[in-house]
């Protein structure tokens, strides 16, 4: 099942802004349609007094003041499914949701390569109701890190509660584990992958989650302070730039799964920055993806039936 229409709405999209949003300003955006969002039924936000509103900003729609999750699936083509599946979930700081970038391009990528593949719009904390109350804290100075932070952003950089957000992933791994057959899904290689955020929350349903026995993880560009891992921790691919600010020359995580014995393979690349997707013009992190599903090749997650 693929999205056309939210697919073609995001290349135009960001083909009308290119010119005007080089400059990083935010625009606002009417809400798509998204036909096919599964309503993941985890309930509202509290203290949250604003409708979801969305933006663009670098020419990619996102969301904020999301206070009802939901799950879009995309599916490989008939005939081309291999059984595996991935939650995507896209960053933002807990505060907005990059869909286009972090969401639907990598959720219709991997859907071409056999992989089922479902975009998590979880449930965000609040921001200002006004588009300009919003942009001006957006662009608010912020201290820089301190050499001591751990930079984890499951636990230590952005110092939030993700409980919803946790309810909202394993709410969505529920919805894939009860729908499997219709879907083509392998209940025994569902992965999960994030951005930023988003790495953070899948970092922290792995340590975290007493419901979800996720097959393996992709943590791009997230926090890469040291954690505890658990006994039964899933192989974890990893990825991030050395111009990143979350990298600031730290191994920690890649380090606690090293010496907890589990498979971890990690791509440290030259440039790309922070929130690069699927990648920009001239960055070595472009192939971060082909890496990707090479992995999971070799480690036998795509293997058919």
């Known amino acids: 099942m693929n999205l056309p ?8 999209l960001s083909f009308a802004a290119f010119a005007q949003a ?11 349609a998204e036909p096919n969002a599964i309503l993941l039924g985890t309930g509202g936000v509290e203290d949250q007094p604003s409708p979801e509103t969305w933006f663009r900003q670098w020419g990619d729609p996102m969301a904020r003041n999301i206070s009802t999750a939901t799950l879009t699936p995309f599916l490989p083509e008939p005939g081309t499914a291999n059984g595996a599946a991935v ?44 588009l300009d109350d919003f942009s ?3 662009n608010r ?20 509660d993700l409980s919803n957000q946790l309810e909202d992933a394993e ?10 057959e219709e879907w083509g899904v392998d209940t025994k290689r569902i992965g999960m992958i994030g951005f930023s955020a988003g790495a953070g929350l899948t970092m922290h349903a792995t340590l975290h989650s007493k419901t979800m026995d996720l097959a393996f993880i992709g943590p791009i560009y997230g926090g890469m302070g040291p954690v505890e891992v658990p006994k039964e ?19 920690g995580i890649i380090d606690s799964w090293y010496k907890a014995g589990i498979p ?42």
Do not use: C
Request: aromatic residues 12%; neutral net charge; without cysteine.
């Open 5 to 12: 229409k939210i697919t073609i709405l995001a290349a135009l």
């Open 22 to 32: 080089q400059d990083g300003t935010i625009y606002p955006l009417e809400a798509p």
């Open 87 to 130: 939650i995507v979930a896209p960053g933002g700081g807990f505060r907005w949701l990059s869909m286009g970038n972090e969401g639907w391009e990598v959720a219709e990528a991997l859907a071409k390569q056999g992989i089922a593949a479902f975009v998590l719009k979880y449930r965000l904390h609040p921001t200002p109701e006004s």
């Open 136 to 138: 001006a804290w957006m």
């Open 141 to 160: 100075p912020r201290p820089a890190p301190s050499e001591n932070s751990q930079g984890n952003s499951s636990n230590n950089l952005l110092q939030v």
């Open 171 to 180: 709410a969505a791994y529920a919805l894939i584990l009860e729908r499997a």
């Open 233 to 251: 921790a899933p192989p974890m691919f990893n990825v991030i730039a050395t111009d990143d600010f979350l990298f600031r020359g730290q191994f």
């Open 264 to 305: 971890v393979e990690f791509h440290l690349y030259q440039n790309g920055g922070h929130g690069f997707g699927l990648g920009n013009p001239n960055r070595t992190s472009n192939r971060w993806f082909d890496a990707f599903i090479h992995w999971l090749d070799v480690n036998k997650f795509l293997a058919t039936k």
